[in-house]
């Protein structure tokens, strides 16, 4: 069975404390608005009927699906996971401009498609995790319709890769927090 639709879900809003911090490997609730939001995504998912519902297992990802999903089977899949910023983990830009290296600073603007951070996971890791997470489901093995909760590097990742963007301009394709991307396919290919 070929896959039709792929509803993309990047997980609801996180406590205030998190906001404007890099939060990738670091396993935060979402805050009480980010569950209300959830579950007010529960009806918009229903009517798309997804036969499959694969999450990241970061906690963040993991309430956005059960409260957006409600009763339904959830398979958890690792891969999904935001990039790991190792010693930049929870830091502000702000403090990471204070600890970096102008050289990781350089590395990060110029070559993010580069970019190891420190302690941490690099961009080349990052997407062939992720390219092999989506590699999976476009095999058509999950379902026609499947709903994928995750973050905003792997939701960028995959958006960059169906559009043919270099990993520079990802983040012109950041979906908010808490919102449904319908990615369409005929017969296996994208149709933006």
């Known amino acids: ?24 490997s670091t396993d935060v609730p979402l805050s009480e608005a980010g569950r209300a939001a959830a579950r007010n995504l529960a009806p918009q998912l229903a009517s798309f009927a997804p036969e499959t519902v694969v999450s990241s297992p970061l906690r963040r990802a993991v309430e956005t699906a059960e409260l ?3 009763g339904r089977e959830i398979r958890f899949d690792p891969r999904l996971t935001e990039i790991d910023f190792g010693a930049w983990e929870a830091l502000t830009f702000a403090e990471i401009e204070q ?44 379902g026609e319709i499947v709903a994928v909760v995750t973050h905003g590097g792997p939701a960028m990742r ?16 950041l ?14 290919v994208f149709q933006p």
């Open 1 to 24: 069975m070929q896959i039709r639709q792929i509803l993309l879900i990047r997980h609801c809003e996180v406590p205030d404390e998190y906001r404007g911090r890099y939060i990738g």
């Open 68 to 70: 957006a999903a409600p």
């Open 99 to 142: 600890r970096a290296t102008p050289e990781e600073l350089r590395c990060w603007s110029e070559s993010p498609g580069e970019m190891r951070f420190p302690g941490g996971e690099s961009f080349p890791a990052f997407r062939r995790r992720v390219d092999a997470a989506f590699a999976e489901l476009f095999a058509g093995t999950a």
């Open 158 to 173: 995959i958006l960059a890769t169906l559009h043919h963007l270099p990993a520079e301009r990802q983040h012109e394709l």
């Open 175 to 188: 979906p908010p927090r808490g919102s449904i991307t319908v990615l369409n396919f005929h017969q296996g």
